[in-house]
């Protein structure tokens, strides 16, 4: 119903609940605006300033009982209204049904980790079955970020030190946005992710696939590695610098860094880079890039510097 630039329709019942206690309100809104408008507009031309010696004297009124009575009371009723609406429908966002999936979520400058409950972990992307319900369990590893599901009408501030959570029963497949709506530093804007929802079978399928089954040349699966870990939120492979050096022509370069050493960016010099980001802070950036240690993999390592080195 709200026209946001992506809209997916109904998608689940919770999003269908927001989109009617929003219409009630406007409904309720717009009839007192268009009543107190126009009736101003009418005052306005009937009682306007006419001819001199048309006047006629203003009426003495002290009050009129019943108008006051009706004008207390049915705002009050109608405001009791969308309270009594709108806590039923925050009721039902607040409140997963009993045995819904877990699915931890760890935001951080500027990506969200998910773990499913067998352990695999994956970037910015997060697959969910058609028609179950999910609870997202989710911490911050830094500041404060939020997470925002525009087509499910859901959103929850993510808080370092303690876990906040979130739940939906997608209702239709398709891949739809996550964003960050807490300003959580330069990478904000870049702080995306998608929720892939998927029919029963294909997620059964890519559940037991695994993560492995892609098959391909190396440099291949590289590359899908670093746009799967949101590498390329704060990295390019055209040259131009963003939050982090480029890629083009990385490999094999000498690099000189903050404190004024230089090194090749070989393997070994990857590696560190991805696992221990601080350890070797390149000259002109800030130390911002999150570790990937206990995320990415040595295979996964090797297959990204595989792709690296294709990038000239
Ligand atoms: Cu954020």
Not at 51 to 70: F, S
């Amino acid at each position: 119903m709200i026209p946001y630039p992506t809209d997916h329709g109904a998608v689940s019942k919770v999003s269908t609940q927001v989109d009617s206690v929003f219409l009630f309100i406007a409904a309720i809104t717009l009839f007192f605006f268009l009543l107190t408008q126009g009736t101003l507009i009418w005052f306005a031309f009937r009682y306007r300033r006419r001819k001199p010696g048309h006047d006629e004297p203003t009426p003495y009124i002290t009050g009129n009982r019943m108008l006051e009575t009706l004008w207390v009371v049915i705002p009050s009723i109608l405001v009791i209204g969308i309270f009594v609406y709108g806590w039923i429908v925050f009721d039902n966002i607040r409140t997963p049904p009993p045995g819904a999936a877990e699915i931890n979520v760890t935001a951080r400058q500027w990506l969200y980790e998910f773990r499913y409950p067998d352990g695999a972990s994956s970037v910015n992307e997060v697959r969910v079955p058609l028609g179950a319900p999910v609870r997202f369990v989710m911490t911050s590893s830094d500041v404060i970020h939020g997470f925002y599901l525009p087509a499910f009408r859901i959103k929850q501030d993510i808080v370092p030190g303690r876990y906040t959570d979130l739940w939906l029963q997608p209702e239709k497949t398709g891949s739809f946005d996550i964003f960050c709506t807490q300003y959580c530093g330069t990478g904000h804007s870049t702080m995306r992710a998608k929720m892939i929802v998927m029919d029963e079978p294909s997620f059964r399928k890519w559940r037991s696939g695994g993560r492995g089954s892609e098959t391909g040349p190396m440099w291949m699966k590289g590359k899908a590695l670093i746009e799967r870990y949101g590498c390329l939120g704060c990295h390019s492979v055209d040259g131009v610098d963003r939050i982090g050096p480029t890629f083009k022509g990385l490999f094999g370069r000498k690099v000189e860094m903050e404190d004024g050493k230089a090194f090749f960016a070989d393997e070994s010099y990857f590696r560190e880079s991805i696992l221990d980001p601080t350890a070797k802070v390149v000259k002109g950036f800030d130390p911002v890039m999150p570790t990937y240690k206990g995320t990415l993999s040595d295979e996964d390592i090797a297959e990204i510097i595989a792709y690296m080195k294709t990038i000239r």
